[in-house]
């Protein structure tokens, strides 16, 4: 039995995918407004697919419990998947995820269940070291000795807008763990995907995981760069210039293309605060990586370099439309959007008149960010009626015809309209 802390896009694509596979999972969050939507056979983000697997499981073999005494004291495997935000100067903050460890340890204790042999399993996103210096030591101080409790944990790799099919289609299974009962365990736990299973030490497994979102965050940085060359150079089609880029065929087929392409840079959950956790690790333990800072550097001046060209061109009083708010497209994930970067620094500008619309993160964009005085329009073409320029600063495919509904000024942040003919 599974138990999984936190339903978020990480914990409710585990939790769902482990019944899937056919074990007999808790889920538990503190959050009330979510399980109820959970409860209710509704998913609370955008994301394909889950709605259904949700609705398959809830109530046979997948359950939102309240009672952790009881899922804890019917589970061998317990799952941390709660969120980790930005701490201090950039560091990760681990306070959901203690007060879960704790949650499970008072549910050992309380259910006296201690000498079930138990693995806690962090799949939330931790810096190198984390388990090693700061969890394994937390359990056994708590009580939790070896023989009873393994301390592992299991980097997720998923994408938002692809969770479902990342997670059962994922490429491999890394496993941060240190002893050999554990690993099994897991080994065990993740048979049933057929896919191979690396058994890693504690730090090395955090490490692959900030290793992939950093190298991810420094491609999108550096295409972002080369465009700002490209731009202080002159007669430069930037869209075309990566799109023929692109045609090497080392880089063909490998879905990587999307991340070496200039943009408003990145944002949502994960890149942001993942690579500003890894640099503020590194840091503490004596060694600053340079690539990482002007990674970081280049991201966070982006929408500041892009807000100054549309404020250029707005007339007096005149009104800014933007189109797309999430962070990316086929998502509502507001969390860090370079949008909201955007609309800050034109408002600062002086820009006071601005008119947004998004297609899928309109409501959850102004509920995160009530202070932005701005309109919210029903759809494209009203932006585009009542703006003296239009910003398309989400690449949604429903923008493609955007160019073509009216005689405004169109910045195609994104560089979606490439018009590249094959000769
Ligand atoms: N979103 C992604 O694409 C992605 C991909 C890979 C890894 N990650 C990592 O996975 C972790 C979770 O990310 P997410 O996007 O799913 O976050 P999320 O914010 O969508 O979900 C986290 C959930 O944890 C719940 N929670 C907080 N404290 C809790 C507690 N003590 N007990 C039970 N539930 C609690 C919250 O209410 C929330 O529902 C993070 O560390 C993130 O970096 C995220």
Known sequence: MVTV???GFVG???ALGFAHLGYQVYGVDVDEARKATLRGGEIPFLEPHMKD???KHLGRNFSITDNVKEA???SEYIFYCVGTPYGNEGSADLTFLFSAIDATIKAVEESNTADKRRVLVTKSTIPPSTTAEKILPYVRAKGGAAEHIGVANNPEFLREG???EDFIGADRIVLGCNDDVSAQMLKELYRPMEIPVYVVSHSTGEFIKYLSNTLLATMISYANEMAAVADAIGGIDVADAFHILHMDKRWNG????????PGCGYGGYCLPKDTAALLAQSAAKGFEPQIL???IRTNRERPGVIAERIAASVPQGGTVGILGLSFKPE???VRDTPAYKIIRALLDKGCQKIVAYDPAAMEEFARRYPELDIDYAADRREVCERSDVVAVVTAWKEFADVPSLGDQPVFDCRYMFSKLEKD
């Open 53 to 55: 697997v949700l609705q």
């Open 5 to 7: 802390f936190g339903l």
């Open 72 to 74: 804890v004291a019917d």
């Open 293 to 295: 800072k002007n990674v």
């Open 254 to 261: 490998c879905d990587m293309t999307s991340y070496v392409y």
């Open 331 to 333: 998502s509502d994930d």
């Open 12 to 14: 409710l694509t585990t």
């Open 162 to 164: 692809h969770c479902w």
